[in-house]
């Protein structure tokens, strides 16, 4: 398919112009969950940070409307909503870091971290979506953590882009809806 071609290789912007060209054979949600995603990582590319927030953010939204679990392509795994939102607001923080707002950061990696331990709570502890999730919950950055629980809004903490997962987006496991 186009459109799965497009993302692979990174053509947002193809992506993007495929489908608001019209996909009938796909839910009005999926297809809004699909442009707003599109839409941040193209925002992502061109280093407006914030507006791809906002783009996330409107991804949520959808997620947050639809209790479908969804299909994880690099890992096959089928996530919960909870889990999608959590990879989302991580996502989020991420981009907050990046552009060395930690306190925003700080609030999105605890939003994340909620929306882990409550997908955490709905699946077997042995499971292959257990193992993912415990992943994800490991990867929120301690000083995130303590930023939360000091409340040290001013304490200056230096961000590594090596901490930047969409450098590469096509590798980081984005789930897009396709």
Do not use: C
Not at 68 to 87: A, C, F, W, Y
């Amino acid at each position: 398919m186009a459109l799965d071609a497009a993302f692979v290789a990174g053509n947002y912007r193809e992506g993007l112009r495929i489908l608001e060209s019209g996909m009938p054979n796909q839910e009005p949600e999926w297809i809004e969950l699909a442009i707003n995603k599109l839409k941040a990582l193209i925002a992502v590319q061109e280093g407006r940070t914030k507006e791809a927030i906002g783009f996330y953010r409107k991804v949520m939204d959808v997620i947050a409307r639809d209790n479908k679990s969804q299909n994880d392509p690099s890992t096959g795994v089928q996530h919960s909503r909870e889990m999608i939102l959590g990879l989302h607001a991580k996502k989020i923080a991420d981009l907050w870091a990046s552009q060395k707002n930690e306190k925003e950061a700080a609030k999105a990696y605890q939003e994340a971290r909620q929306y882990y331990e409550k997908a955490l709570a709905a699946v077997e502890p042995e499971s292959r979506e257990a193992e993912l999730i415990r992943r994800e919950l490991a990867g929120i950055p301690k000083w995130r953590q303590r930023l939360l629980t000091e409340g040290a809004e001013g304490e200056s903490v230096g961000v590594s882009s090596a901490s930047n997962p969409f450098s590469n987006h096509a590798a980081s496991g984005e789930l897009l809806p396709i």
